[in-house]
């Protein structure tokens, strides 16, 4: 499904822009707060929807996925100051040809045992043609926002992509992805290639459809051991940053900011924070915020990193945690360089009356200083 792009003067201006103002670590006035995967199962508006449509038909109906997109930021205005497209990072592997199911967590039913099956893989992908659906999603939702707040777009970093391919799903020993890697190093190096450029074609459009900034997850970064991370995914990410900016250049696209989520990879910050090309690095809740600041240097921004389980802790516990956690950032009437969100995606049965407490914490906290 081939996409008409707008031209990007067609989008309402942008009304709250703290969001990419912290990325590119300028002093706010507060710090801009979203919250990953901020659509999803705790809303009950969500779940309304899923009771009729199925994980990934709503992902590949724009209508569904620009009024997922919009119930968070309906339901706390004035709190959120970003909007992430709905859609699953498992949407590359399905344009390469795989099939992956949700049932409740994702299965493929024929992952890749060995390297010989990489043939069953497209030769060719055409990411306009097999995630048009998204692009679609993308422009429906900037002009739905009215400008209210930044839409951010994502994809999954090739590492978590290849695991997920090789596993077939979740998995506690990570056997089938561990021996590839150090059974089969190179045809490891080769494939993880192959989905990074695939990654590179799926971001560059998704600016061109209307993305204000782009997050890659590498939500399986902490399976590697620090040497084998700068083996087998940084390499991968450099090459998205490099890529990226590269092709949006080129084709005069706006140079929007990059976030890069390595969870588990905090060994890595100083090191990613000083040549991985990205704007912002997000921070799982295993790391202190005053340590992750003091390894980046302020080289990059910084986002995160609330424990999301503090959100059953109530109240109380959230506005404590919210206050340690501004201190930490070095806030002081004002943050700079800090976008607050939780260390990993929000989970079910999470009360979204908490959620809106969590919003109005970081509000009143980043604004003022944690002192106060
Ligand atoms: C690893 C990963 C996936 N998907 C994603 C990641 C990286 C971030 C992370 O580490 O959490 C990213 C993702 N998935 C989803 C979004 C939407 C945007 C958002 O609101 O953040 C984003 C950004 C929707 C979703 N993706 C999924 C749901 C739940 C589906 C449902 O039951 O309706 C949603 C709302 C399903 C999904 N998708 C995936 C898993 C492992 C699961 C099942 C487990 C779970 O639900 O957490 C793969």
Known sequence: MPHEYPSLNDFPPLKNDLLLRAARGEKTERAPVWIMRQAG??????????????FFEICRTPDLATEITLQPIRRYTGLLDASIIFSDILVIPQAMGMEVLMNPGPSFPDPLNTPADVEKLHKVVDVEERLGYVYKAITQTRMALAGEVPLI????????LFLYMIE?????????????????????????????????DFLVGQVKAGAQLLQVFDSNAGELSPHDFDHFSRPTLVHISTNVRKR??????????????????????????????YDTLGLDWLVDPAEARRLVKGKVALQGNMDPGVLYGGRDAIEGTVKRICAGFGVDGG?????????????????????????QCVHKYSAQGSNA
């Open 41 to 54: 199962r705790y809303l009950p508006e969500y779940r309304e929807v899923s009771k009729s449509h199925e």
């Open 153 to 160: 777009g994502f994809c999954g970093a090739p590492w978590t």
């Open 168 to 200: 077939g799903g979740g998995s506690k020993t990570f056997q089938k992805v561990k021996t590839w890697i150090f059974k089969y190093p190179e045809e490891s190096k080769a494939l993880l290639l192959r989905i990074a450029n695939v990654c590179v």
């Open 248 to 277: 949006l250049a080129a084709e005069k696209l706006p140079s929007v900011p990059l976030t890069l989520f390595a969870k588990g990879a905090n060994y890595a910050l100083a090191s990613l924070a000083e040549s991985a090309g």
């Open 335 to 359: 943050s700079q360089g800090w976008i607050a969100n939780l260390g990993h995606g929000i989970r079910p049965f999470v009360d979204p009356e908490d959620t809106m407490w969590f919003l």
